[in-house]
């Protein structure tokens, strides 16, 4: 039996990239994605009149299938040698805090009346992105060092 | 930390690649640790030595 350990190339574009890891890894980021923007750009703005339970397991959904994301990126990971294990765990750490400052920077811009709160509804939606891309970008910057 | 890896895997003629496998980890952690770029973990040297059928400090040595 093959018990290759996972490799990070394979989630990013290049000759290793498979599209079987990136569903079976990220798959239920899309579903988190997708989920948060319909709710937060197209049904939940369109329909505060819903009872409050079914509008708040509608806005959790996304949170759901983030938890979900999480359990299998966790995976993904224990699979890895140590080496990858080691820079992927820094890329996370660092896409999890340069997101909380972004997130934490914009919201004091809204509370100083610099943005307009509208620009908060769709947060979630892009706060997943801004994970994905600070955790490309810590991959690039954590790569070089054992290059 | 100094290794003897590059040298023992020219004697049998492995590549990186074959030395990965046996070891089960990537070809780029071989490298790292090759080029002194990573220290590796004391499980992984162990395994390194078992199959080289080396002691550790022959292969691995803290001392410029």
């Known amino acids: ?13 290049g000759k290793y990239y498979s599209i079987r890891t ?3 890894v990220n798959g239920w980021c899309w579903v988190a ?17 819903w009872p409050v339970a079914l509008r708040a397991v509608i806005a959790l959904i996304p949170w759901a299938a983030s938890l979900l994301w999480v359990r299998s990126v966790a995976g993904w990971i224990r699979g890895m040698d140590e080496l990858h294990r080691r820079i992927t765990l820094a890329a996370c750490l660092f896409a999890a805090i340069a997101t909380l400052f972004v997130v934490v920077g914009f919201h004091l811009l809204v509370v100083a009346g610099v943005f307009s709160p509208k620009f908060q509804a769709t947060t979630g939606f892009v706060i997943i992105w801004l994970v994905v891309c600070f955790y ?11 290059k | 930390m100094k290794n003897k890896l590059r040298e023992l895997r020219a004697v049998k ?4 690649s074959d030395l990965a496998d046996k070891l089960g980890v990537s070809r780029q952690t071989v490298n790292a640790i090759e080029t002194e770029k990573y220290d590796p973990s004391l499980p992984l040297a162990f395994k390194a030595a078992r199959l080289f059928k080396l002691p550790i400090e022959e292969i691995f040595s803290d001392k410029d």
């Open chain 1, 1 to 13: 039996m093959n018990n290759k350990p996972n490799i990070p190339e394979e989630l990013a574009p």
């Open chain 1, 22 to 24: 990136e569903l079976k």
């Open chain 1, 33 to 49: 994605v997708l989920t948060s923007f319909v709710n937060e750009a197209i049904l939940l703005p369109h329909h505060m009149d």
């Open chain 1, 136 to 146: 490309i970008l810590g991959q690039s910057v954590f790569n070089r060092r054992f």
């Open chain 2, 13 to 16: 003629e492995w590549s990186q």
